[in-house]
């Protein structure tokens, strides 16, 4: 059991010694250490509580000779079909169903990931659950009484590894893929997030949607095996339709949503750095406990390496949150489909109709550009020590104390802005936030 230690002031180590902190190429953090515990215990995810409403009968799952259970699992965990992205690369569990030609379906919620493959034997799910991560399961596409979700650590071989920043978490991928849905791996590729360059974005995709003058790799495929790196972009650019590329009509959209694509990058990083957050924090408290014991020194005293371990990865967490690296949209960006609208609605908004949720779309994603993810059970979830210094650290931000570096792409304005929208409707907030 980790003590709930009192928030200690991070004075010996201000946010300046910790700006050159990074958690990329990271180790695997050990999720069998007994702080974590990812293979036991109860889970608190998505399609856990579906499970139990489909238990209690609260929720039923309805089969189709199309679909398989997939509109009603979207249904079920309110997962907007407009999310809808196409996937071409064979990069995923059904890799032998996955082409150019059937691509795997993608859509997601706040905290939950759906594939869907053409004739595919399951549903593929990553669920977001607030203390361990992400969760993976697999819904089999066989007519039943009883559907049942299966729990697969065996995605972990992948989604547990230093692109995931060394956590049980998600992948987004860009690739230079062959005409036949082959990633051509001696070429490298990208792991893509809004720092990403957008023109290194989208490899092994379909995407459809307008961007002005900015290119992508999606929709288009490496012709020279020799030099797989030459890519002709305009090919792929400013797709309104995808019917000339591949036919959709086995699919619940037309569209593989270039606004959803944006989004999902965000995102998956967000989730992954939370997780990382949480681990990093129980890990360091819990060896810090076997520390004081053996040493014989009060329980709340800490290390210059315990300080460093949780408030260096809440502090990477902060900046990512604040959108401090985003790379800015060359050109308006536009989706073909309502998700935009959708995406926007579903958020709390405050007494003048604002919202962390609005798009910007022109410029960059977000119009306050402070990440939605905060609103989520995971960001809610992390332990105390973790959550007392990112609170304060934004606070410190948000109110101008703070104006160093990193965060001076926050102008005074959008700063009070957010500031006002997250004391309105931020559930948890610290008093002095009032």
Excluded at 86 to 113: C, H, M
Excluded at 128 to 139: E, H, N, R, W
Excluded at 422 to 434: F, N, S, V
């Amino acid at each position: 059991m980790i003590p709930l230690f009192l928030f200690l002031a991070a004075s010996s180590l201000p946010a300046q010694t910790l700006s050159n902190v990074t958690l990329e190429g990271s180790y695997i953090l050990p999720t069998e250490d007994p702080s974590i515990s990812y293979n036991i215990g109860t889970l608190h995810d998505p399609i856990t509580r579906l499970r139990a409403r489909l238990a209690s009968g609260d929720a039923k799952l309805t089969f189709d000779a199309k679909h398989g259970w997939l509109r009603s699992v979207l249904r079920e965990l309110r997962i907007p079909t407009t999310s809808q992205m196409l996937v071409f690369s064979k990069t995923s569990l059904q890799i032998n169903r996955i082409s150019p030609e059937t691509p795997r379906a993608l859509y997601f919620g706040d905290d939950i990931y759906i594939g869907w493959v053409q004739d595919g034997d399951v549903i593929e799910v990553s669920s977001v659950d607030p203390q361990k991560g992400a969760i993976f399961y697999s819904l089999n596409q066989r007519n039943s009484a009883s559907p049942e979700f299966t729990r697969r650590d065996e995605c972990l071989q992948c989604h547990a590894s230093p692109k995931t920043l060394g956590v049980p978490g998600h992948l987004v991928r860009s690739v230079f893929t062959g005409l036949d849905g082959f990633p051509l791996f001696q070429a490298g590729g990208f792991s893509s997030d809004d720092r990403s360059p957008f023109e290194e974005r989208w490899g092994g995709w379909y995407v459809s949607g307008t961007h002005g003058t900015a290119r992508h790799m999606g929709n288009i495929f490496a012709l020279d095996r020799d030099h797989p790196d030459k890519l002709d972009l305009e090919k792929g650019a400013n797709l309104t339709s995808l019917k000339k590329l591949v036919n959709t009509e086995p699919y619940l959209s037309p569209y593989s949503e270039i606004v959803g694509l944006l989004l999902l990058e965000h995102q998956a990083r967000m989730h992954n750095l939370i997780t990382r957050v949480n681990y990093e924090t129980r890990m360091a408290l819990s060896q810090q406990e076997g520390m004081n014991k053996a040493l014989g020194r009060p329980m709340t005293e800490w290390s210059d390496s315990t300080k460093r371990r949780i408030y260096g990865a809440s502090e990477v967490l902060l900046k990512y949150m604040l959108f401090t690296e985003e790379q800015p949209l060359k050109s308006p960006v536009k989706g073909p489909t309502t998700f935009a609208a959708d995406f926007a609605a579903a958020g709390p908004r405050d007494g003048k109709g604002r919202s962390l949720r609005d798009l910007d779309l022109k410029t960059r994603m977000f119009r306050n550009r402070c990440s939605y993810v905060i609103y989520t059970d995971a960001f809610d979830a992390l332990p105390k020590p973790a959550l007392d210094y990112i609170y304060k650290r934004l606070f410190e931000v948000l109110t101008g104390a703070d104006q160093s570096k990193p965060f001076a792409g926050l102008g005074a304005a959008e700063r009070a802005t957010i500031l006002e929208i997250l004391r309105e409707t931020k559930r948890g907030l610290p008093e002095y936030w009032r």
